[in-house]
Nanobody
Framework: QVQLVESGGGLVQAGGSLRLSCAAS????????MGWFRQAPGKEREFVAR????????AYTDSVKGRFTISRDNAKNTVYLQMSSLKPEDTAVYYC????????????????????WGQGTQVTVSS
């Protein structure tokens, strides 16, 4: 079992920055590839970014490329999402998730392959 707790959300003006953190506990954190997803009101949960267990591979959805950066610190059992140049359309609840599935055996947007989820943190970007 892996427990995930997100933090760092809040209200920010368009063009601003936030850094989300996701602290993991339980099983060995470095065994898991990690992902960030978001869900806006009335919309389905969507993929934002993912990072491999070692941190050597990352992937992003097109709408955040060049603005968001995912990283991890296995010594601290934490994954981060640095968000810059935020836009109102980035407003959503952001979730981190962990998967034991091989990086190459799933598409980034395959939510069903993520075994563990956090409770989410709200990000609101005002125009």
């Amino acid at each position: 079992q892996v427990q995930l707790v997100e933090s760092g959300g809040g209200l920010v003006q368009a063009g601003g920055s936030l850094r989300l953190s996701c602290a993991a506990s339980g099983r060995t954190f470095s065994n898991y590839n990690m992902g960030w997803f978001r869900q806006a009101p009335g919309k389905e949960r969507e993929f934002v970014a993912r990072i491999s267990w070692s941190g050597s591979s990352t992937a992003y959805t097109d709408s955040v490329k060049g603005r968001f950066t995912i990283s991890r610190d296995n010594a601290k059992n934490t994954v981060y999402l640095q968000m810059s140049s935020l836009k109102p359309e980035d407003t959503a609840v952001y979730y981190c998730a962990a998967t034991a599935r091989s990086w190459y055996l799933m598409r980034p947007e395959d939510l069903q392959h993520y075994n563990y989820w956090g409770q989410g943190t709200q990000v609101t970007v005002s125009s």
